[in-house]
């Protein structure tokens, strides 16, 4: 199965994203005589969030496209089925690669929300992956239990969720990459494993509670990693993208 390095392009507008992509698309089209880590990976792979998506709208989809870069918009939709459905099927129209749902809306809202992506895919050759979030890795057993009451075991719910979201006939999950060797097992090794919470050892663990290296990730058994700060914040950014890739594709 393909893995990459998914980008998290957590900027205020359209300019800073475009700034941020351009200071490493830049550095990797000029080279010409290196490894193939970089000449060979294309243009990165990008998330798109909700502060970027509600800061811009469509235009931001539109304008990474048109640069050549796979696009996740990460807006994890959690609605009645209906809503999710007409909402999906808009998404789909922009030419997304990947777009996320909350698992927990349950499997009748996942499988709406299904139906409207490949509706609203329906002229693209390539459709769009769908994945659900089973737990935020901001999410810990303490507010997994005191908060949302939620009293089984966090590596529990999660295989639940993830079972939930292959039943509905999703593509695979958001989950930390804890979870990943145990949601390829119970799910199959074709479901996705998209994990956020990756850090380099010298990283903060920022608001994150369950992070990983881009190399334990890869040990672990995660599809992609989605990588922001440790990359997006790093004072050379080219070289953490490198860096991450480098450990996560064992190259």
């Given at each position: 199965?393909?893995?990459?390095?998914?980008?998290?392009?957590?900027?205020?507008?359209?300019?800073?994203?475009?700034?941020?992509?351009?200071?490493?698309?830049?550095?990797?089209?000029?080279?010409?005589?290196c490894d193939d880590i970089i000449v060979g990976a294309g243009r990165p792979y990008v998330k798109i969030g909700m502060e970027l998506f509600y800061a811009e709208g469509p235009v931001i989809v539109r304008k990474l496209k048109e640069r050549g870069h796979k696009v996740f918009l990460d807006l994890k939709l959690h609605d009645i089925p209906?809503?999710?459905?007409?909402?999906?099927?808009?998404?789909?129209?922009y030419g997304v690669d990947m777009v996320n749902v909350h698992a927990a809306g349950g499997i009748e809202m996942m499988k709406a929300a299904k139906e409207g992506l490949m509706l609203g895919a329906a002229r693209y050759a390539d459709k769009p992956k769908l994945i659900a979030v089973t737990q935020l890795t901001s999410t810990d057993e303490e507010t997994l239990h005191g908060q949302l009451l939620i009293d089984r075991p966090m590596d529990e719910v999660v295989r639940q969720y993830a079972l939930n979201a292959k039943a509905a006939g999703l593509d695979g999950v958001v989950c930390s990459a804890f979870e990943a060797a145990d949601i390829?097992?119970?799910?199959?090794?074709?479901?996705?494993?998209?994990?956020?919470?990756?850090?380099?050892?010298?990283?903060?663990?920022?608001?994150?509670?369950?992070?990983?290296?881009?190399?334990?990730?890869?040990?672990?058994?995660?599809?992609?990693?989605?990588?922001?700060?440790?990359?997006?914040?790093?004072?050379?950014?080219?070289?953490?993208?490198?860096?991450?890739?480098?450990?996560?594709?064992?190259?």
């Open positions: 199965m393909a893995k990459d390095v998914i980008i998290a392009c957590d900027f205020k507008n359209t300019d800073e994203t475009v700034k941020f992509l351009d200071r490493l698309t830049r550095i990797r089209d000029d080279v010409v005589q209906n809503t999710v459905k007409k909402a999906m099927t808009v998404l789909g129209e390829h097992k119970v799910c199959g090794e074709g479901f996705l494993t998209v994990t956020p919470g990756i850090r380099f050892d010298t990283n903060s663990a920022d608001d994150q509670k369950r992070v990983m290296t881009p190399a334990q990730a890869r040990e672990a058994g995660s599809d992609y990693i989605v990588v922001g700060r440790p990359v997006t914040a790093a004072e050379k950014p080219i070289d953490a993208y490198t860096k991450c890739r480098e450990e996560f594709l064992d190259r």
